[in-house]
């Protein structure tokens, strides 16, 4: 299984961005999918979750209202779009395929993509 995250770079206060995340290697329709990050010295932490249909989705408070993860099951690709961010999104962003049903904890993911970073400046 290989995931492969890209659409990082670097991006204004809010402007916007788009994450994509495409996976080969497991049948991406029948995969709840996540997306976290990791900002420099701290933890990765959850940053949104969708269900194998794409028709549910969860968000942490701190992005809650300005990025919206969805997918493409033909495509096998999800996305993170990343409208108004603000200095403190600047991490490493990590896609992830969950071992059963989506969750908020790392330890609900089994394959995770490399990472690409995203640099918020003011």
């Known amino acids: 299984v290989q995931l492969q995250a890209s659409g990082g770079g670097s991006v204004q206060a809010g402007g916007s961005l788009r994450l994509s995340c495409s996976v080969s290697g497991r049948t991406f329709s029948t995969y709840d999918m996540g997306w976290f990050r990791q900002a420099p010295g701290k933890e990765r932490e959850f940053v949104a979750n969708?269900?194998?249909?794409?028709?549910?989705?969860d968000y942490a408070d701190s992005v809650k209202g300005r990025f919206t993860i969805s997918r493409d099951n033909p495509k096998n690709t999800v996305y993170l779009q990343m409208n108004s961010p603000k200095p403190e999104d600047t991490a490493i962003y990590y896609c992830a395929s969950a071992r059963a049903l989506r969750v908020r904890l790392t330890t609900g993911y089994d394959y995770w993509g490399p990472g690409t970073l995203v640099t918020v400046s003011s």
């Open positions: 969708i269900n194998r249909s794409g028709a549910s989705t």
